[in-house]
């Protein structure tokens, strides 16, 4: 007879949603994955990814047991072997480069495969205490965050639940209906009740076709938009000043500025009219309780960080954080802030060590000096996600260089490995998931046993410091009691509650879950139109110049700017094995396929400085004139009969160019130009 439970857990992907899921277990497996019911944000439904998921689990592709590289780099060539023998291998070989070239020449990197707190954060005890390179974190959210901070300071996002009762909902740089799909709900109740949805994007995505008015701002061209909307606004006194007496500080000098700025000016750096930009501003001023859903999108550009001072400028300036029924303003929520000591253990260093960007890595792997002479990689693949692809790629191919990959399966990035690892995934983990887009955390566990002999993070990462001859405390925990240290004091927990009954894994709501008025006046504080930290960025919100795209020697070799979003089937890169001959499209407008005689269908190469890559063709208005839009990070295996691997992807066009603020990604700033296939 066939044994079947269901399991409560929660999805681990880099995804504002982190729903609440529902695991089918038969006879040991997981047959199916649905959104819990009980979860009122997940409200029992899941994306279709992550429906996908036991076909994942149990791929041909995942990896199973350690492996140890027999070939060239990068060719997958290896042989199996025990965890033993790795752990040793991993610890003498660490151990030697350390004694000859220092910790420092030892560089983990990681990002967010596993957003589960402890397995996250798993490897960074261990590389306190080796004293190695730390790795900047910023490939995601550091722009938005400094951008948000500069003007808000430590104010939470609102709650997304705030929507449903909206009269005017903005989207902003966020494709809502493909990486942030249950923020819709709120959206199409309040639609329900006669709001409008006003889209801002360089392209009509999927939520830009359902919107009621889509407005297509130039890549980067955000500043410009929410100023002009502001100016116009300020012009026709159309402000909340009552909020800006109560709540802020500083309008008066953005005020002058907004005076002497060109309409001309804003209008050709967002590439929308006067008219339009007055429009918005109407639309605006009719509807009080307004929404504004801000995406990171937005800030992939050098201007990026810019873009979330000024559109959070021209909410203050309209009262919107005022909060209240249908209003807000949501970036992050910010819901929780537990102790991040627990995890990461700081106290295990002896002294500082040198920081190195992530989206730096091509340099660090090939000119950085003294050189990095060992990569220890989990929870990433950076070989795909990674700006500047190719240069990454020759700094893995090194002989010289000491690479462990710890991956669940086999990604470009786990063919050019050293020692390969087999980890687990989430259903084989406990953890602890709170959310970047509700208020929810919980606890889970295990809801099957470990697939072949994958390990967690936080095995792997206890066990080689027990390799390395290492004692102290943080090395003998076991997960349970680092999950509950995380969990200790942490801000949010209501008092009901204590670590013991949130290890059950019941669902826990953050009381931090207030109105943004609300937080404003529980934090003493006032929205900043003037910036008060001693930065050298503009105090306020203010047109700044683009890099890559105002480059006359580029622009004039690379007619085309290339954004490069989210695709509804992958998560970052994560289910590419599940698309294995996927090259992927690009968008091109009709009037550009005409001129460089593309057709809809067409694989073309999109080619500059930095690389090139394949893609196919659809010829469609949905884009702008001048502006390829290339969704979705794939990494085909198998493209085409006798083609074996291809190596390159879309970020062999990006480039290692950091923002303006937080040294995140250009992902969405590239110069490219157009080959026809068989001029490759
Ligand atoms: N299906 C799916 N869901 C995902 C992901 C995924 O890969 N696939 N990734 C996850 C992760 S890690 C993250 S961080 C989030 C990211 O999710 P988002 O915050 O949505 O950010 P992006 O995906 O970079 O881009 C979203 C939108 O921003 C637009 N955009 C690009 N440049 C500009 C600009 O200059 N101005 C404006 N106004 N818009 C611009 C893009 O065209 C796109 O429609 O999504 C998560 N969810
Ligand atoms: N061109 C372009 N590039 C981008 C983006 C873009 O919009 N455009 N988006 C960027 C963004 S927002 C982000 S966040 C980054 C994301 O970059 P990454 O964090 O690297 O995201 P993924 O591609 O999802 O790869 C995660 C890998 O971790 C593995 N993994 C999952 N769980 C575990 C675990 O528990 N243990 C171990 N050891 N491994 C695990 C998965 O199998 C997967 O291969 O990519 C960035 N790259
Ligand atoms: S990827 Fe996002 S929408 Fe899909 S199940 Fe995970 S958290 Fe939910
Ligand atoms: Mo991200």
Known sequence: MKVQKYSKTVCPLDCPDSCGLLATVTDGKVIALLG???????????????????????????????????????????????????????AERLSKVISEHGGEAVLPYSYAGNMGAVNRFAGYPLFHKMGTSRLEHTICSATASAGWVKQCGNLPGSPPENAAKAELIIVWGINVKVSNVHFWQYISKARKNGAQLLVIDPYRNETAKSSDLYIPVKPGGDVALALGILKSLTERKQLDNEFINQHTQGFDQLHSYLAQCNFNELEHQSGISKEQMTAIGTLFSS????????????????????????????????????????????????????????????????????????????????????????????????????????????????????????????TPTAY?????????????????????????????????????????????????????????????????????????????????????????????HSTKSYQNGDALVKMNGKYKF????????????????????????????????????????????????????????????????????????????????????RRIAQVTTDTQQGILVAEGLYWPLFPEQNCGRVENGINDLTSQKLTDMGGGATFHESLVTIQRSGMA
């Not at 002989?399 to 399966?409: G, K, M, N, R, S």
């Not at 953890?431 to 470990?450: C, M, N, R, S, W």
Request: net charge neutral.
């Open 530 to 613: 003037v910036a008060d930290d001693q930065s050298d960025m503009p105090s306020i919100a203010c047109l700044t110049s683009a890099d890559e795209f105002n480059d006359p020697d580029l622009r004039s070799r690379f007619p085309f700017q290339l954004i490069t979003p989210p695709h509804p089937d992958l998560l970052n890169s994560t289910f590419g094995e599940l698309h294995p001959e996927t090259i992927g499209k690009v968008l091109i407008h009709p009037s550009d396929a005409q001129q460089w005689g593309v057709e809809d269908g067409d694989k073309i190469t999109l080619v500059n400085n930095r690389g090139k890559v």
């Open 36 to 90: 819990d019911k009980e979860h009122p944000y997940t409200n029992g439904f899941i994306c279709r990814k992550m429906r996908r998921y036991p076909q994942r689990l149990y791929s041909k592709h995942r990896v199973l047991y350690p492996q140890l590289r027999t070939g060239p780099k990068g060719s997958g060539e290896f042989k199996r072997i025990g965890w033993n023998e790795a752990l040793d291998i991993c």
């Open 287 to 410: 509807r009080k309780k307004t929404f504004i859903r801000i995406g990171i999108g937005l800030t992939r550009n050098s201007r990026g960080g810019m873009a979330v001072r000024a559109i959070t400028s021209l909410a203050a300036a309209m009262g919107v954080f005022r909060g209240g029924e249908g209003c807000g303003v949501l970036l992050t929520t910010g819901a929780f802030k537990g102790n991040m000591a627990a995890l990461l253990h700081p106290e295990l260093a002896k002294q500082d060590t040198r920081n190195i960007n992530m989206i730096h890595l091509g340099h660090a792997l090939t000119s950085l000096k003294p050189p990095v002479k060992a990569l220890v990689v989990y929870n990433s693949n950076p070989l795909t996600v990674n700006p500047d692809g190719s240069i990454v790629r020759q700094g893995f191919a090194r002989e010289d260089l000491f690479t462990i990959v710890h991956e669940q399966v086999m």
């Open 416 to 508: 050019y490995a050293d020692i390969l690892l087999p980890a687990t995934t989430f259903l084989e983990n406990h953890d602890v998931h709170t959310a970047y887009g509700h208020f929810y955390l919980q606890v889970i566990k295990p809801t099957i046993e470990p697939i072949g002999e994958a390990r967690s993070n936080f095995d792997f990462f206890q066990q080689l410091a027990t390799r390395m001859g290492y004692t102290d405390p943080p090395f003998k925990q076991t997960c349970g009691q680092r999950i509950r240290a995380y969990l200790r004091d942490m801000e949010g927990i209501p008092e009901t509650m204590n670590v013991e009954s949130i290890m059950t894994g019941v669902l826990v």
